[in-house]
């Protein structure tokens, strides 16, 4: 099977601007979650989405949002971006729920 | 608070010693435990989960609720065990269903 893959793999934006990132999860698999990971905060949990819908949420203010489509895959936005949004994004599917999660590479994010 | 601490950034043990990579969490509930691994260059994958009690590339560990742990350990360190190590904890938290990661512990061996 292939794994999940997420694209882009890096970007670079400035304050103020807006991003979107993509992930496609295993195939069957319904359930993708994503993370923030930054060296001080560590691996935060973002949101889940399940079937096009979210699911589970986060500590994570309204600028992050997402959205899933019918075949699973998922994408994430960032509205506004600060430079404190500089991180790397992964997201991981599952069959279901937030059980044995499957990560992706990730997408590096600098916000210049 | 739901927390998990992993108290060691660092953990640098001898080829052929024991291992134990500490977690602690705190949750009012039954969580559920995970040991997550990221080799070099490689993605971050599931080492292993509590409820499978079962033991992988070696490694072990045991969910005490009295003490809140859940330690990971390995009885004989291999030079390929040199990796990042997350605990994590899922469960309800304010209705929804979260997961909480700790802060990692790079574990190296020496040769």
């Known amino acids: 099977k292939a794994g999940v893959t997420q694209t882009p793999r890096y970007l670079i934006k400035t304050r103020g601007q807006q991003v979107t990132l993509s992930c496609s999860p295993i195939s069957g698999h319904r359930s993708v979650s994503w993370y923030q990971q930054t060296p001080g905060q560590g691996l935060q949990f973002l949101f889940e989405y399940f079937s096009e819908t979210q699911r589970n949420k986060g500590n994570f203010p309204g600028r992050f949002s997402g959205r899933q489509f019918s075949n699973s895959r998922s994408e994430m936005n960032v509205s506004t971006l600060e430079l404190g949004d500089s991180a790397l994004y992964l997201c991981a599917s599952t069959y279901r729920g937030l059980n044995e999660q499957f990560f992706g590479p990730g997408t590096r994010l600098t916000v210049l | 608070a739901q927390r998990v601490t992993q108290p060691e950034k660092l953990l640098s043990v001898f080829k052929g010693a024991p291992v134990e990579l500490k977690c602690n969490y705190s949750?009012?509930?039954?969580?559920?435990l995970f040991w997550y691994v990221q080799y070099s260059r490689q993605r971050l994958q599931l080492l292993l989960r509590h409820i499978s009690r079962e033991s992988i590339k070696g490694f072990t560990a045991d969910l005490n609720k009295g003490e809140t742990s859940f330690h990971l350990k390995k009885p004989f360190a291999q030079e390929e065990d040199s990796a990042m190590y997350y605990c994590?904890?899922?469960?309800?938290?304010?209705?929804?269903?979260?997961?909480?990661f700790g802060k990692g512990t790079r574990l190296h061996i020496l040769p």
């Open positions: 994590a904890l899922s469960g309800q938290m304010n209705r929804d269903d979260k997961i909480i």
């Open positions: 949750y009012s509930g039954s969580p559920e």
